[in-house]
């Protein structure tokens, strides 16, 4: 896209080198000055478009930046909550090798562990 910029430049330069050495009050010096308008209006749609694009671009790139931190945070508190399940649901388990798991801490922690390990299944293999 540098190519066309510069062309567009050095059509402009060409016709303003042209229109210096023209008479002033000639009928074509007025096209050489519309031909340079519409150079000029062209350069300038080309510079807004770049502008636009480099915008969408940072802004598509920013949008990727946090979608990538969310990602990163979203496994972090599974992990961080699969990690206290299976804790929660060994230490239970231990307790239950010379005393029973009382109903109101134990079981339901072995319960949740084993429903947590099973969703976490079934969401990676898509069941």
Same mark, same amino acid.
């Given at each position: 896209?540098?190519? @066309?910029? &510069?062309?567009?430049?050095?059509?402009?330069?060409? $016709?303003? +080198?042209?229109?210096?050495?023209?008479?002033?009050?000639?009928?074509?010096?007025?096209?050489?000055? +519309?031909?340079?308008?519409?150079?000029?209006?062209?350069?300038?749609?080309?510079?807004?478009?770049?502008? &636009?694009?480099?915008?969408?671009?940072?802004?598509?790139?920013?949008?990727?930046?946090? &979608?990538?931190?969310?990602? $990163?945070?979203?496994?972090?508190?599974?992990l961080g909550g699969l990690i206290? @399940?299976?804790?929660? *649901?060994? @230490?239970?388990?231990?307790?239950?090798k010379e005393h029973t798991i *009382?109903? *109101?801490?134990?079981?339901?922690?072995?319960?949740?562990?084993?429903?947590?390990?099973?969703?976490?299944?079934?969401?990676?293999?898509?069941?």
């Open positions: 896209m540098r190519k @066309t910029k &510069e062309l567009l430049f050095e059509d402009y330069e060409r $016709l303003n +080198e042209i229109s210096k050495v023209m008479d002033a009050k000639s009928d074509q010096r007025g096209d050489i000055e +519309e031909m340079k308008d519409k150079i000029r209006n062209e350069l300038i749609k080309y510079d807004s478009i770049e502008m &636009e694009s480099e915008s969408k671009k940072n802004e598509l790139e920013a949008q990727n930046k946090w &979608e990538k931190h969310k990602n $990163l945070i979203n496994i972090g508190g599974v206290v @399940t299976i804790w929660a *649901t060994y @230490t239970s388990l231990e307790f239950d *009382t109903s *109101t801490v134990g079981r339901p922690m072995v319960n949740k562990g084993v429903s947590a390990f099973n969703d976490m299944l079934n969401k990676l293999f898509k069941r």
